[in-house]
């Protein structure tokens, strides 16, 4: 029959394997937030473009109005040049005819570059929704893979953890209660192993000669002064 000892060597082995699937369950939430950060930069893009193309509209707009506006206003200079008797007069209202007239074709030359621009943003803009919709497949892909890890994470924590209760039932209760309380001190492992020349393989520190003896040749508990614990002894590493 295995000795507490062994028992607890098994033990700490599935301890090990539940203690890193647990916390690969735990980062995963955070693993499912990177991954759909990685939309932040295609959404940031694509709403850069959409508020450019925006304001690209606006501007055109206002551009047009700007134009009728000073449509409407050559109309009324025209119609006044009829009202008028005086030459200076009319040729006043013709300056101002000109310079409005300038500043229509200003407005207009502006309105075809704003319009180029847009075309330019209308393709930019079906680009950044492509981009878009690729990574989100992606990430689709990425997320729905994480779910899956995490149900089997699930499933196999679920097993692990009732074989590992068979297991803790065959040690001795004074033996499982030091174990677990060291354990869930440490937060990694109860047990070390002696290394080498009677080393302590959990803190590397050296060991005194009647704790490697004790290890080697007692069945009682033998622990590490330094970190605290269970040692046992590695069969066959080279003693010096």
Do not use: H
């Not at 970190?227 to 066959?236: K, N, S």
């Amino acid at each position: 029959m295995a000795s507490n000892l062994d028992q607890l060597i098994a033990l700490q082995e599935k301890d090990r394997k539940l203690l890193q699937l647990r916390r690969e369950a735990r980062n995963l939430p955070e693993k499912k937030k990177s991954v759909e950060a990685k939309l932040a930069g295609a959404l940031t893009a694509l709403d850069a473009a959409k508020a450019e193309a925006t304001r690209t509209t606006l501007e055109i707009r206002e551009s047009e109005q700007a134009v009728e506006t000073l449509k409407a206003q050559v109309r009324k200079y025209k119609s006044q040049q009829f009202e008028i008797r005086s030459n200076e007069a009319y040729r006043a209202l013709e300056d101002e005819i000109r310079d409005v007239n300038r500043n229509i074709t200003q407005q207009e030359e502006r309105e075809l570059v704003l319009m180029e621009k847009m075309e330019t943003l209308k393709q930019t803009l079906a680009d950044k929704e492509a981009v878009l919709a690729r990574e989100k497949e992606t990430v689709a892909v990425e997320i729905a893979e994480l779910d899956r890890r995490l149900e089997r994470i699930q499933a196999d924590l679920g097993e692990r953890e009732a074989d590992r209760a068979s297991v803790a039932a065959l040690v001795e209760p004074e033996w499982l209660s030091r174990y677990e309380v060291i354990l869930k001190n440490k937060g990694d492992a109860a047990l070390a192993r002696v290394e080498g020349s009677g080393v302590c393989g959990g803190c590397f520190m050296k060991l005194t000669p009647q704790q490697v003896f004790d290890i080697r040749n007692t069945p009682n508990m033998v622990f590490c002064n330094y970190c605290g614990r269970m040692l046992y002894y590695a069969y066959g590493a080279k003693q010096s």
